[in-house]
């Protein structure tokens, strides 16, 4: 347990909050996040990178847990953020975020949304090919601005983590192939744009990593590439983004400081640029689940249980797969415990489920906990603070739960619960069948 998973006389608490009382006040599910853990990862990346490395710039990349008050934090923080929708641009221009700290990311974004961040003016736009930057420039022409880009690059490196988050082989949506008749075309209708300025390359190769081998494996492919544009068009590369994916402790993995990728990257990069007497260009990384995961839990109250002789025990809870889709998408293992009753020996092999109508809805299959765990007791799961609340969803009628941040002892309410009136809200009756 870190040190805001506390256990004060049979009780969970987190971040100085005593779990039950936050139940008590906000009702479950409840998203709780602690403000102590998602500072406390900037700091190390500040120490580790920021402050460490001149020209460098860390963007969170806030499809992981994106709120109005994270991007709050982050602009405390002094952060940059990575969006992915005109969504999160939104809600990040709603937040205060100032425009030029913010990048935007995705392989498919709408004229509408490029339309959005031309005129708010963001920082940077990732872009993933010869049709969006032909858009980019059609934007630009008509508001007379001009945007700074970077291409994201498929590497073709194949990281290791489940197939659904491996994003830099070749065979993948994201990004632009490697292969030299596309890329260096690429290149140069962005070099000779009057509407872009051409900042350099960006990668992501998978997520939820704990080698850094394909890290390594990309950003010698990106140097390479660096030196090629060199000898090809004579242009200096200003900026690589190397993508986020380090990966964080759900069960029992052993979390990589961020050193341990970070470090081996930069003397990489620096080595290159000193060789050549020439000084290194921006250097931007864009981590989310290691920012966020393990500063969020999830609260539910537990009710029935079924227990099959010989089989299995069944903890069903007042959640489920519509506020953390993990398990069921990715087959995601989660560690938990009773709040109300920590002290207790954990004897009895569960599995926690949810309440929707689907048998994959099981939130963590065979977990010890107490034998005593009853109806109406608090379960929590460990480790929700990424792509939990960003990915739900109101399947089966469940409204989406509140999210709470909480500091020092401290909580606050900072996503409403939706009621079941918030829920229906958009929809309306078909006028000719009243
Ligand atoms: N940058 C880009 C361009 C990305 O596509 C991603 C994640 C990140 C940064 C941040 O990666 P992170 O540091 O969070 O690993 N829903 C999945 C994860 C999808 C990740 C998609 N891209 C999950 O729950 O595991």
Redesign the pocket.
Known sequence: MNSIIENKKGILHFDGCNTLELVEKYGTPLYVMSETEIVNRFNQLKECFINKYPNTRVAY?S??FCTLAIYQICKREGMCI?V?SGGELYTAIKAGYPPEKIEF?GNNKLRAEIELAVEYGIGRI?VDGLQELSIIEDVCKEKNKKVKILY?ITPGVKSSS?D??V?GKKDSK?GIPLDEDVIMKHIKDAIDSEWVEFLGF?Y?V????FDNESHLKATRIILELIKQVKGKFDYDIKEINL?????VKYTDEVRKPYAYFIEPMMEMINDFYNELGVVPPSVVI??????VAEAGISLYTIGSIKEIRDVRKYVSVDGGMPDNI?PA??Q?EYDGVVANKVDEEKNDKVTICGKCCESGDILITDIKITKTAKAGDIFAIFSTG??GY??ASTYNGNPIPAVVLVKDGDSELIVKGQSYEDMIGNQLMAKKLI
Do not use: C, W
Request: aromatic content about 14%; glycine content about 16%; charged content about 15%.
């Open positions: 990349a499809k992981a990575d992915v990311n990732i994201r489940h659904y988050i994003t994201f960006h992501h998978g997520s939820q990593l993508g986020g994916g380090f990966g864009e981590p989310g689940r290691s920012i993990r998408l990715y995601a990424a792509y960003s990915m």
